[in-house]
């Protein structure tokens, strides 16, 4: 079972960075994150950064949630899932992202379903990706 270990835990604060791996192509990012909490806003920190992003989406942006690894400055390193669409409001205006975006970290699928369809999508791509690389090799 994935720990809920982010709710009301000190795992970032306002205006840090993090790095996102995303670990089904390979690429990473840094964000810069606005709020954090089980779910985080936050903005590619540079334009270099949401090319990067862009180019793990397949070029396209969509809501559709991809299972990503969350490494804080504390070195702690978390399972979460993003979209790549920009939408308000926006705090950095030289990434080449007109807005921010959400990462989304475990809760119970319980409450997943008790927020809605969307929180439920970000919750199986964790659970799926959860499962996905507990199998990889290193």
């Known amino acids: 079972e994935i ?10 604060i ?9 670990f089904s192509t390979g690429y ?13 806003d936050a903005e590619p920190a540079t ?12 070029g396209k942006t969509t809501w559709s949630p991809k299972a990503v690894w969350v490494t804080f400055s504390d070195g702690k390193t978390y399972i979460g899932s ?15 992202f007109n807005g921010h975006l ?10 997943a379903q008790s927020i809605g369809p969307y929180a439920t ?3 199986e791509a964790i ?3 959860w499962a996905a690389t507990q199998k990889l090799k290193y």
């Open 3 to 12: 720990a809920q270990c982010l709710v009301g835990s000190e795992m970032c």
């Open 14 to 22: 306002r205006d840090r960075y993090c790095t996102v791996y995303d």
């Open 28 to 40: 990473s990012w840094k964000l810069r994150i606005m709020t954090k909490d089980a779910h985080m």
């Open 47 to 58: 334009a270099e950064d949401t090319a990067i992003m862009l180019k793990a989406f397949g």
């Open 82 to 96: 993003t979209h790549d669409v920009p939408h308000s409001p926006q705090h950095l205006s030289n990434n080449n």
């Open 102 to 111: 959400c990462v989304h970290f475990p809760i119970s699928m319980e409450k």
């Open 121 to 123: 999508s970000h919750q």
């Open 127 to 129: 659970n799926e990706g």
